[in-house]
């Protein structure tokens, strides 16, 4: 490894923790508002996000930019380094096949989500107070379910398994048995932040956010 690519190496790693680990959480915790407060407690927990002062400062700098750099530079990280699941096939080595694959999925899924949501608000297809309706709209095929769970398991997969190796790499955790200890409680976090996502879509699929939905659509139909 030249001395340029052992700093991207880390610039990259550490873009993964802070901010996009944060980001996740963050995302997940809003998106749970829906399942806990319903349309009411999710539009508040969106405009509580809209109110933060240099918010579109934080969306470049927080969140876009570390992803393409982290999104891109982790594709061409997966693209050089050889999965070797089927020469050794215990468990570090497939979460080591498995943290490139999921980051693959990830990074293709990511785009296409950020453009049904945040991107139809940008150039004002949408507002944010109709993103609710949106969220319904797309949970009502149950193709996107499909792929919307597939991109969740995968993201929160590449985030908490990502942690695990990101403690080991900045020397966090050294020995076998603080290891052992970290794969608990980031086996626990995959659980909780997973949940916290899927219970969100349970909730976009209920009858208040299907009245927001078919309000949207018969405003549309009006105009
Ligand atoms: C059940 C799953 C999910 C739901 C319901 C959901 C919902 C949403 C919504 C409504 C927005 C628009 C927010 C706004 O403009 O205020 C959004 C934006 C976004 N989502 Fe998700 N999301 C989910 C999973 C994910 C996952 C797993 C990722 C992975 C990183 C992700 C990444 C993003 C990003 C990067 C944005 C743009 C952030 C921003 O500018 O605020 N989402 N999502």
Known sequence: MNGNSYYSRKLHSLLGVIPLSLFLVEHAITNYTAFEGGLEGFNRSVSFLQGLPLVLFLEIFGIFLPLIFHGVYGLYIAYQSDLNVGRFGYGRNWAF???RITGVITFIFVFWHVY??????????????ELGATMHQIFSNPAMIVLYTIGVLSAVFHFANGMWSFLVAWGITVGPRAQRISSYVWMGVFVIVSALFLLSIVAFRGDEFKEAADAAAALISIG
């Open 97 to 99: 096949a498995l943290q």
């Open 116 to 129: 049904e949501t945040r991107f139809q608000v940008a150039i004002g297809a949408i507002s944010h107070e």
